[in-house]
């Protein structure tokens, strides 16, 4: 297909590298080029229009090419910048890109995946909604919008989840619940910090081992253990108050753990039961990712441990379901046997997590760390992405961040962060940028780049280039407060 039209740059900033971007797929007609494209060189299926090339080459110029990212293969996606540096805009445009229709002009023809979005700051409900003319803080965005040729849209198939707890922002949300038999009891010592053979980490396994397989003696609970003895069945749907009983009230706990050690883990345990997400059955996992629909989680009241322990038990649960399908597909293609979509999956999942040094952080051991990495190493084989944001590049565990193929990297400011972002870019860097007249290093021309301004790097392409990322077509909910 052609790729559509766009309108142009509006200034120009005067950026420019001696090196052309010599390997990289572009079509010249129309002035496109593509990256993240491993096979089948040029296609024009897949794409999501990501901005226009910001510099200037003395050979091959690119400038104000228009940029496409092909999503027919997962991607790991870093996106790193300091504070209001388009971080959280750049997500918006890669999830409207990847579940918007042809027509929008972002996107081309195949199938859509499904996205699975971990909101921590709950502004991404916005994707739903066009931005308003009528809205001081929307007026420049739809101005930008008409300078490039887009029209404002929406995505029609976004579903919120909330925690129980938390009042309800727009009113559609609809709780999030997760079955307690979902948690494992490594999840629950990397929450807590505990480890496995202190005495409250052996206590857990055993309460859990009693709950869920063995069944248990209970005494009786009052001051003379009305009630009791009695035997108490293992559950296959359990809840966490199931477990707080079975501290309180099982003989072999009562006779042999001293009460402190029963108490502190009872107290961890009740504390999270607060929260109110843990129940005995939660969500299927099947209904969180469906071809063309955004799963967004709106986690930004819980405190940062429980967030990472939620995303990465989803993440989990993302995978072996992913990975069982795709297994299957492979076995019914070898078999020459018919697809029969009995398990309805899409083939293909996006995970976005904004403010991603919380979930999985160089500095702690988090629940979520180890989920990330297999859900990143698997990615390939089981049609899984990830886009992982964050104002601190330092602070995300190397595991993950080793497996990135694509980066964008807006506007930082420290130098450790900028050391840290630069070791990420999956491509060689040109050592001099010319800015007017100006000779600039790369970690300079990071200082200085503004809002919506990134060094993109893609593994596929022989060097890292500056993007001006693309106008939302959906609102954002990032703006500042008025
Ligand atoms: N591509 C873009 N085009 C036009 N404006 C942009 C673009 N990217 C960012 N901006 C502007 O910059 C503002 C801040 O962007 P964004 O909310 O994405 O910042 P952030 O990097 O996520 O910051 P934080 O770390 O505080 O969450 C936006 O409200 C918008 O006005
Ligand atoms: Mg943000």
């Known amino acids: ?80 910048g300091t504070r ?16 918007l229709p042809p027509s929008s002009n972002v996107r081309t023809d195949g199938p859509a995946p499904a996205v699975v979005l971990f909101d921590l700051q709950n502004q991404f409900w916005t994707l739903a909604r066009a931005p308003d003319a009528d809205l001081e803080e929307d007026r420049n965005h739809v101005k930008g919008l008409d300078a490039w040729g887009l029209k404002p849209g929406r995505l029609d198939a976004v579903r919120l989840f ?14 999030l619940a997760i079955a307690t038999t979902d948690l494992t009891v490594d999840d629950l010592c990397s929450f807590w910090s505990l480890d496995r053979y202190t005495p409250q980490g052996n206590l857990l396994a055993m309460a859990w081992q009693k709950v869920a397989q063995t069944g248990y003696v209970a005494t009786g609970n009052g001051p003379n253990r009305e009630g009791g003895p009695r035997q108490v069945d293992p559950s296959e ?36 039961e607060r929260v109110g997400i843990f129940r005995a059955t939660g ?19 819980l405190d940062d441990p429980t967030k990472a322990l939620i995303s990465g038990l989803l993440l989990r649960k993302i995978y072996t379901v992913m990975g069982d399908h795709h297994t299957r597909r492979r ?5 020459k046997r018919p697809q029969d979509g009995k398990d309805s999956l899409p083939n293909r999942v996006w995970a976005v997590v904004d403010e991603a040094h919380v979930v999985c952080p160089t500095d702690r051991d988090s629940p979520a760390t180890r989920s990330v990495t297999e859900y990143v190493k698997r990615g390939r084989d089981a049609g899984l992405s990830l886009v992982l944001a964050t104002q601190q590049p330092s602070a995300i565990d190397s595991k993950v961040l080793s497996q990135v193929d694509l980066a964008l990297i807006h506007r930082l400011t420290f130098e450790g962060d900028i050391s840290a972002a630069l070791a990420r870019i999956p491509s060689y860097l040109p050592g001099r940028y010319t800015i007017g007249t100006s000779q600039k290093e790369p970690r300079a021309i990071i200082r200085l780049l503004e809002s919506g301004e990134a060094v993109l790097g893609d593994s596929q392409a022989d060097r890292a280039f500056i993007v001006q990322v693309r106008p939302r077509l959906t609102a954002h909910g990032g703006s500042e407060p008025r």
């Open 331 to 335: 076995a019914l293609r070898r078999l």
């Open 84 to 99: 209001g540096s388009g971080k959280s805009f750049d997500i918006g445009v890669l999830v409207e890109g990847l579940l």
């Open 237 to 272: 749907s359990f809840e966490l108050g199931d477990i707080i009983a079975c501290l309180s009230t099982d003989q072999e706990i009562q006779e042999t753990i001293a009460s402190q050690v029963i108490d502190a883990l009872r107290w961890r345990v009740q504390s999270l």
């Open 1 to 80: 297909m052609t790729l559509p039209a766009f309108g142009h740059l509006a200034a120009d900033r005067g950026i420019r590298v001696a090196e052309p971007i010599g390997r990289i797929v572009s079509i010249d007609k129309g002035r496109h080029l593509i990256v993240g494209q491993r096979e089948g060189k040029g296609k024009t299926s897949d794409l999501v229009l990501i901005g226009k090339c910001l510099e200037h080459s003395k050979v091959a110029d690119r400038y104000d090419w228009n940029v496409w990212l092909d999503t027919s293969f997962p991607h790991v996606v870093f996106i790193a």
């Open 283 to 301: 969500l299927p996992v099947r209904d969180l990712i469906s071809e063309g629909k955004a799963t967004i989680l709106l986690l930004r009241s």
């Open 162 to 175: 909330i925690p129980p707890a938390d009042p309800k922002l727009i009113g559609s949300e609809q709780e």
